[in-house]
């Protein structure tokens, strides 16, 4: 990348940009803001009219990444309806494809150690997201009984691990984590197994 694009305005993102190669090749504490810059095609001062330090960096790509996220996962509650199962199960396949397709926005977000009340534009986004998970899984709990039904947080929260620890240990290529089974199957199988524990699919027979 030249320096051009600074000229042109766009060095905000052509550092966003940057970092993302660079999480993506090193993880979030394998670089510097020098690196960045000079993968960027600008020198170290220039990062600072932009950027306090790393953390705030990686904070706007995180940033971004929960814009994208929030909006894939909203996309994909809303082509599952008008069925509650469908929606919730394409929101964890959403998961997956976000973690897929935008992996160093998924290390900022969720493993580079920033807080997602780092800022309230952050945290807002960030809600946004689990709101979907938890309106999908409000929607489906309505099916039991109010006396017996779980907080729709916990719910979503435990999808949410689910669906993390699938992407952790399989569906980004994690050295030594070998599974026969491709990350979606094992997901939408786990979620299976989690909500007929709950009585909101029936048993198989």
Known sequence: ????GYHHGNLRQALIDAALVLIE???????TLSEAAKTAGVTPAAVYRHFEGREDLIAEIALQGFAVFADLLTYAYDSGQPSALASFEAVGRAYLAFARKYPGHYVAMFESGISMQRTPELHAVADRALGVLERAAEDLSKQIPEAHRPPPQMVAAHIW???H?????FARGTPGARCPFPPEDLLESGIGIYLRGLGLIPQDK
């Open 161 to 163: 691990a689910m669906s």
């Open 1 to 4: 990348m030249s320096k051009r």
């Open 25 to 31: 090749a090193k993880g979030p504490t394998g670089f």
């Open 165 to 169: 620890g699938v992407v952790e240990l």
